[in-house]
């Protein structure tokens, strides 16, 4: 990991299919994490580009 403080779900969806990969698992959906991501408003503000805060 490097020192960006908010990752975008694209991100954490290429960080999750590389380790469930190495551990043998099926490739993470990167739609479902988004789904989730947003549900949970982390990163979430609508606009491309934006920069995300937490709540």
């Known amino acids: 990991m490097n020192s960006r403080s908010n990752y975008g779900y694209r991100w954490i969806a290429a960080l999750l299919k590389r380790e469930r ?7 993470a959906n990167a739609k479902r994490v988004y789904r989730l991501m947003k549900k949970a408003a982390c990163c979430w503000s609508g606009i491309r580009g934006a920069a995300c805060h937490g709540p």
Do not use: I, L, Q, V
């Open 21 to 27: 990969r190495s551990a043998g698992h099926g490739p």
